[in-house]
């Protein structure tokens, strides 16, 4: 919850919530999609496709790079219970 929305300034981790809305519901007309709801495995996978460049959007790849493994499990866990 904590990454979700705060980040973590020190490794350059923006709060998720800042564009994904403090209920993972996103912001349609900026483009932020909604996170609520999404299966941890889905956000895990895909954030570390983000990393690897696999996907690609300049935003996720510039956070998701300074994500390490346990970082992205546990901001997957979290959007995994947003409702």
């Known amino acids: 919850e904590e990454l ?3 980040g973590d300034k020190s490794k350059g ?3 998720c919530q800042a564009c994904h ?3 993972g519901g ?3 007309s900026a483009i932020f999609p909604s996170l609520k709801g999404q299966w941890a495995s889905y ?3 895909s954030l570390r496709a983000f990393r690897r ?3 690609v959007n300049v935003m996720m790849n ?3 790079e300074n ?3 346990e970082d992205i499990q546990a901001v997957s866990s979290y959007i995994g219970g947003l409702r």
């Open 21 to 23: 809305g403090p209920t």
């Open 67 to 69: 994500m390490s493994d």
């Open 62 to 64: 510039g956070i998701s």
């Open 26 to 28: 996103g912001v349609a």
């Open 13 to 15: 981790i923006s709060a």
């Open 43 to 45: 956000s895990g996978t």
């Open 53 to 55: 460049g696999e996907r």
């Open 4 to 6: 979700y929305r705060f």
